[in-house]
């Protein structure tokens, strides 16, 4: 039966860098916000944009699955309130799922920032300390109860050489 894998970890972590090698290895479809809401840059309120794409995405996830085909949800999922829900829908629908929490140290997230601001790809946005500012503090680290029972904890160094 095809799995889900979720991605978890604050901005330029390396969750996509990641995802790409999980991908590779699990042949698996990535689904990504980021590449979907770059096509509404002028968009006046991203999170009623967000809240869209993701919603299209999780029905995509569900047909993906369907066929048999693995899914990785590249998303980041920063709240533990996220997380909860994502994890009883894919058991209400039956669906296997891993998570993996990829952290960073915060020298390494600055660095990724420089290295990702300095050769923006295709999905990739400019972040600058007010956009860095904004998505930490929505960011809520894993408790001990997600990482003995949820989380596949993934080392930075196994993910983001490329990140």
């Known amino acids: ?25 699990k042949k ?3 689904l990504s916000c980021d590449e979907l809401t770059k096509l509404f840059p002028s968009a006046e309120n991203h999170e009623a944009v967000l809240e869209k794409v993701e919603q299209y ?37 039956g669906i296997p799922y891993e998570w ?3 952290k960073v140290s915060d020298s390494q997230l600055r ?6 601001n300095s050769a923006l790809g295709k999905s990739d946005y400019f972040v600058d300390d007010g956009l860095l500012n904004k998505c930490l503090s929505i960011f ?3 408790d001990e109860d997600e ?17």
């Open 1 to 25: 039966m095809a799995v889900v894998y979720l991605t978890c970890g604050k901005i330029c972590s390396g969750k996509s860098t990641f995802a790409r090698k999980l991908a590779k290895e």
């Open 28 to 30: 698996a479809v990535i």
């Open 57 to 93: 995405l999780l029905t995509k996830m569900e047909e993906i699955i369907s066929c048999g085909i693995n899914v990785i949800l590249d998303w980041g999922f920063w709240t533990k309130q996220k997380r909860t829900e994502m994890t009883v829908r894919l058991e209400g629908l």
């Open 100 to 102: 993996y929490y990829i």
């Open 111 to 116: 660095e990724n920032i420089k290295k990702r």
């Open 140 to 142: 809520e680290e894993p």
């Open 147 to 163: 990482m003995n029972n949820l989380f596949k904890a993934t080392s930075h160094k196994d993910c983001a050489a490329d990140a």
